[in-house]
């Protein structure tokens, strides 16, 4: 007599997927907030709903946060949903902790996903309604004369975004 035992497993993704994610951007905001000044904590908080709304409306490509000097990225955290199916997920932290910011600005960028943007225009509107930061068009950030390292990757629920830092010499 022979036996088969077959298991499958399958993750749905969420709003409380998304927002275990957007925790760990706002933990990795939150240091930069105690090290530089920046943002402050109801940015912080709006930064992390942003984020784990677009996250769970497959919405969000990539965000980024930092500080800007004559037009030139010096210091940024940068998030990229992760195309993959990712299990990995990591704690947030190490930011580093002493750059020189001085005469720099804070900045934020967003990229939505190609699948927002497959949506109608009204389902594109009433995603973006909920969202406590309104977005205009902007450039995107410079960078030269540095490097990224700090690679991590947050995940939940199969869906993973992966953090960058960038870094000026």
């Known amino acids: ?19 275990k994610i957007a925790a760990k951007i706002a933990t990795d905001l939150e240091l930069f907030r105690v090290y530089y000044g920046k943002p402050d904590e109801q940015n912080i908080t709006d930064y992390a709903v942003e984020a784990a709304l677009l996250l769970n409306e497959k919405s969000l490509k990539m965000v980024q946060y930092g500080f800007k000097r004559y037009g030139n990225v010096i210091l940024s955290l940068k998030y990229s949903v992760s195309p993959y199916n990712t299990l990995v ?32 225009l009204t389902d594109r509107e009433t995603i973006k309604s909920f969202l406590p930061i309104k977005r205009g068009d902007g450039q995107t950030p410079t ?27």
């Open 89 to 120: 997920d990591d704690n947030p932290g190490r930011i580093p902790a002493h750059e020189n910011i001085e005469g720099a600005t804070f900045f934020s960028f967003l990229e939505y996903s190609d699948y927002f943007f497959t949506l109608s």
């Open 1 to 19: 007599m022979s036996y088969t035992n077959s298991n499958t497993q399958s993750e749905s993704f969420t709003i409380i997927n998304a927002r």
């Open 143 to 169: 960078y030269s004369n540095g490097y990224w390292d700090g690679q991590r990757t947050f995940s939940s629920g199969g869906v993973g975004v992966e953090r960058g830092i960038f870094r000026a010499i």
